[in-house]
């Protein structure tokens, strides 16, 4: 079992920068892939990235490509989401999640955290 806590959400300005981070507890979190979602008020929870347990694959849905970077630091139990070029239609809450498998689009979280609010002005 592995538990997730998220930081660095915040309101940006459009165009702005953010880096989120999911610090995961346990000895096994090199064995989790893990991913970001965001839900946005009325919405339902998408995936946003996923990254391998080893760090060597990485999936973002077409609307991040570019502008997400999805990393993770095995020795420091941690994994991140550098976002760029925020645009309003990314203001959401944002979840981190870990699974046992791994299934790009198809990645589903079997653990989750508390979510952090980001907030994107025009």
């Known amino acids: 079992q592995v538990q997730l806590v998220e930081s660095g959400g915040g309101l940006v300005q459009a165009g702005g920068s953010l880096r989120l981070s999911c610090a995961a507890s346990?000895?096994?979190?090199?064995?989790?892939?893990m991913g970001w979602f965001r839900q946005a008020p009325g919405k339902e929870r998408d995936l946003v990235a996923v990254?391998?347990?080893?760090?060597?694959?990485?999936y973002y849905v077409d609307s991040v490509k570019g502008r997400f970077t999805i990393s993770r630091d095995n020795s420091k139990n941690t994994v991140s989401l550098q976002m760029d070029s925020l645009r309003p239609e990314d203001a959401a809450v944002y979840y981190c999640?870990?699974?046992?498998?791994?299934?790009?689009?198809?990645?589903?979280?079997?653990?989750w955290g508390q979510g952090t609010q980001v907030t994107v002005s025009s």
């Open positions: 999640a870990a699974s046992r498998s791994y299934a790009s689009s198809g990645f589903r979280g079997d653990y």
């Open positions: 346990g000895r096994t979190f090199r064995n989790y892939h």
């Open positions: 990254i391998s347990s080893s760090g060597g694959t990485t």
